[in-house]
């Protein structure tokens, strides 16, 4: 299974970004999509994750503001961010799991990051 990402950049606080990530390759090996992102010097955090029958969850942090979706059909998870802060800033990487699990608990593949910078 390979993954590319997409979608990172440059944007202003309270801006949108959407993230999209297509997998290729064996993905009938994949029940779980999702992302998480890391901050220099900060452990990697799960973002979210979309199950292949589309039951999603977030971290606390995004609630309401984020909102992962997937199309199965394009092989494709998206990731689109509102109301962007800060601290938001962080390398975003997508994940791929086949356990079938209601979250992401152990990614089985990653694609490479994609830089997110919200200024203030």
């Known amino acids: 299974v390979q993954l590319q990402a997409s979608g990172g950049g440059l944007v202003q606080a309270g801006g949108s970004l959407r993230l999209s990530c297509t997998a290729s390759?064996?993905?009938?090996?994949?029940?779980?999509l999702g992302w998480y992102r890391q901050a220099p010097g900060k452990e990697r955090e799960l973002v979210a994750s979309?199950?292949?029958?589309?039951?999603?969850n977030y971290a606390d942090s995004v609630k309401g503001r984020f909102t992962i979706s997937r199309d199965n059909a394009k092989n494709t998870v998206y990731l689109q961010m509102n109301s962007l802060r800060p601290e938001d800033t962080c390398v975003y990487y997508c994940?791929?799991?086949?356990?079938?699990?209601?979250?992401?608990?152990?990614?089985?593949?990653w694609g490479q990051g994609t830089l997110v910078t919200v200024s203030s």
């Open positions: 390759g064996s993905i009938r090996r994949i029940n779980v």
């Open positions: 979309i199950t292949k029958f589309g039951s999603t």
């Open positions: 994940a791929a799991q086949g356990v079938i699990s209601s979250s992401l608990s152990g990614a089985d593949y």
